[in-house]
């Protein structure tokens, strides 16, 4: 899923920036890192408030595409995105302004002697981090329109084993106990999306059908579009991830999380308007309208379109721009294999949710699952300290 995902505080101040100096233009993510802020408890106590975060999302898109002529993925991203920068502006608007300044009067861009902010190096990592993000959300929305729920659902699962794999591909030490949790959160996984339908050990013969017939769809070597397109986000994500535990240690959260926001706006709404110049009519009549705009004619919002609204915004702000900052500021210490197995707790938390909120009943498989999961993700705090070191 799209991790488009602040709070409208500036990030500590005490979040060390990269030292520019006489080459700031041209430092990379590579260079020296700065004095972390967070030890690594807090910073994973952080990271794990972010799938639960995360969990409020379905819900959320639940009740919006319930409604009557519920917006695209296109358009509710690029909506999402447009609402999250909101927040974000504030920290954008403080970069900016302290860059003129130093352009003008050629004094370091903080006065509180913390190092000079390197905008280059910002912008360049805004760029790469929005653009990853901003294609992985699209080609996990093409995908679930070409192929079903529970393939895309072990498709994009893929993320686990992928992020350590990149990790250690980029340098990134990626220790044993943490390879072991991904094994663990991977069979977690593949033991809670074969069977959210029914108990896949009873002895209802329909019961047992529908367990075979998920993992059917699941384990099909028919491999179409669709597959290629949930794949390929489930790639961008883990690319995302390895990236910004990188540049997360050398640029302030807030900062960093609004440049990417940025980036990923630009990219979302101009998706939408490709979306929108492509579902004209042949006659030039235009595109139909989403339950967002059904009242802009009159300049009224009916019940349910304010409702809907509320959806929107909540998802943009919450699941969206505040997971975003904890997300960047809880990687600024703990490596992204790690990260992701505190991540892979999203089911875990989805289900919990469901069954508080929406009265649904988690099965058998949904149980055995979310416990795997739950050990796997336990085992970076279980940690020998000199491991941790």
């Known amino acids: 899923r799209a991790r488009e995902t602040v709070s409208t505080e500036t990030a500590d101040p005490s979040v060390a920036r990269v030292s ?48 009557d002529a519920p917006p695209s993925p296109a358009e509710l991203t690029a909506v999402r995105m447009l609402i999250a920068l909101v927040p974000f502006s504030l920290v954008l608007l403080s970069v900016a302004r302290d860059e003129a300044s130093r352009q003008n009067d050629g004094q370091p861009s903080s006065s509180d002697g913390a190092p000079e902010r390197d905008v280059l190096l910002l912008a360049r990592a ?34 686990n084993v992928l992020v350590p794999l990149g990790a250690a591909a980029t340098g990134q030490k990626v220790t044993p106990k943490v390879f072991l949790g991904v094994a663990l959160a991977s069979v ?38 669709g597959d290629a397109c949930c794949l390929a986000a489930a790639a961008l994500y883990s690319a995302f991830t390895v990236r910004l535990g990188t540049y997360a240690a050398r640029l302030d959260a807030a900062e960093l999380s609004a440049a990417k926001a940025l980036a990923m706006t630009a990219l979302c709404v ?50 969206g721009a505040l997971a975003n900052v904890l997300q960047t500021r809880g990687q600024s210490t703990v490596p992204a294999a790690e990260a992701q197995l505190i991540f892979a707790t999203t089911p875990v938390f989805n289900a919990a949710l469901a069954a508080m909120a929406l009265g649904e009943t988690a099965t058998t498989n949904t149980l055995v699952g979310g416990a795997l999961i739950l050990a796997a993700s336990l085992a970076p705090f279980l ?5 941790d070191e």
């Open 20 to 67: 520019s100096g006489a080459h700031a233009s041209t430092s990379s993510p590579e260079d020296v890192a700065p004095p972390k802020t967070d030890s690594l408890p807090v910073a994973r106590a952080t990271l794990l408030s972010v799938p639960l975060l995360w969990a409020t999302y379905n819900p959320a898109m639940r009740f919006i595409y319930a409604s």
């Open 126 to 159: 805004g760029a790469e981090l929005g653009l990853l993000n901003a294609a992985g959300t699209a080609f996990q929305a093409f995908g679930l329109e070409r192929t079903s729920a529970t393939r895309a659902g072990f498709l994009l699962s893929t993320i």
């Open 188 to 225: 977690g996984v593949y033991v809670s999306e074969t069977s959210g339908l029914e108990n896949p050990f009873a002895s209802d013969a329909s019961s047992r059908d529908a367990v075979v017939a998920a993992a059917a769809a699941a384990s099909d070597l028919d491999f179409g579009a």
């Open 270 to 319: 101009a998706w939408w308007g490709f979306e929108r110049a492509a579902g004209a009519s042949a006659d030039g009549s235009p595109a139909s309208v989403s339950v967002l705009w059904s009242g802009a004619s009159s300049g009224l919002l009916g019940a349910s379109a304010v409702a809907v609204w509320g959806a929107v915004a909540y998802s943009a702000l919450a699941p």
């Open 383 to 387: 940690a020998d300290p000199d491991e």
